[in-house]
């Protein structure tokens, strides 16, 4: 499609609980990057994927966080045994060549996570 | 990728131009300055990006000084749907990842 999807838009979980988050990124585009927002202006860089392969996971939290973007199949962002601090939106984007060196990002709607 | 400082809130008038500042003292010469908005809680917007050359598109215009150390993001005839925070960042034109700073709120008044 034409647009970043994200589902669900929003999503609450209890302390301890898992939660995942899915994007399907703009068709033909084959970088996409997860990025977190806890309080209104505060972006966080979280990991981005080329196709399938992890290309930067430099912002993952490494014990509780994992993604994956499998071929044919929306990307995934999953959150083991949440904590409060998990509370944020959750935006994902994505992005191709497009000639001239330009790598805009174009991001979805995000994914607004609540734990309770 | 080179730091980014932006004035924290800013007025404009509807119907009137919007000149955002950016300074970016440090930036390299292979970064770009890129803009990006996020109305309300929605995802981030891409506006304009460039390297060193004035560029304009349906959106926007970006100036950037002749020696690069900073830019002004120009919205020609500002509407209340404007009203929004303005992210300027500087990056390595690659697929590296977005690092957003904290902004300025623009707020577009009757």
């Known amino acids: ?116 | 990728d080179a730091k980014t400082t932006q004035p924290p809130s800013m007025d404009c008038a509807e119907g009137r131009a919007a000149n955002l500042p950016c300074n970016h003292s440090t930036i390299s010469g292979n970064e770009y300055v890129y803009w990006y908005r996020q109305i309300h809680s929605q995802g981030p917007q891409y506006i304009i990006h460039g390297l060193k050359n004035n560029e304009t598109n349906e959106m926007a215009s970006l100036i950037i000084t002749e020696d690069r150390k900073s830019s002004t993001l120009i919205l020609p005839h500002a509407t209340l749907r404007d009203t929004a925070v303005y992210y300027c960042i500087v990056r390595v034109d690659t697929a590296s990842k977005l690092t957003f700073g904290t902004g300025t709120r623009l707020q577009v008044t009757l």
Request: one cysteine or more; aromatic letters at 14%; proline letters at 5%.
């Open chain 1, 1 to 116: 499609g034409e647009e970043v999807a994200q589902t669900p838009k929003h999503l609450v979980r209890g302390e301890g609980q898992k939660a995942k988050l899915y994007c399907a990124p703009i068709k033909g585009h084959s970088y996409v990057f997860w990025y977190q927002q806890v309080l209104k202006n505060e972006f966080k860089f979280l990991i981005s994927f080329q196709n399938e392969n992890v290309f930067d996971e430099t912002g993952m939290p490494k014990e509780r966080f994992s993604a994956k973007c499998l071929p044919n199949s929306p990307c995934s962002l999953e959150i083991q045994a949440t904590k409060l601090e998990d509370s944020a939106v959750y935006f994902c984007a994505s992005s191709q060549f497009r000639g001239q060196g330009a790598y805009e990002q174009y991001f979805g709607p995000g994914t607004r996570l609540t734990v309770t």
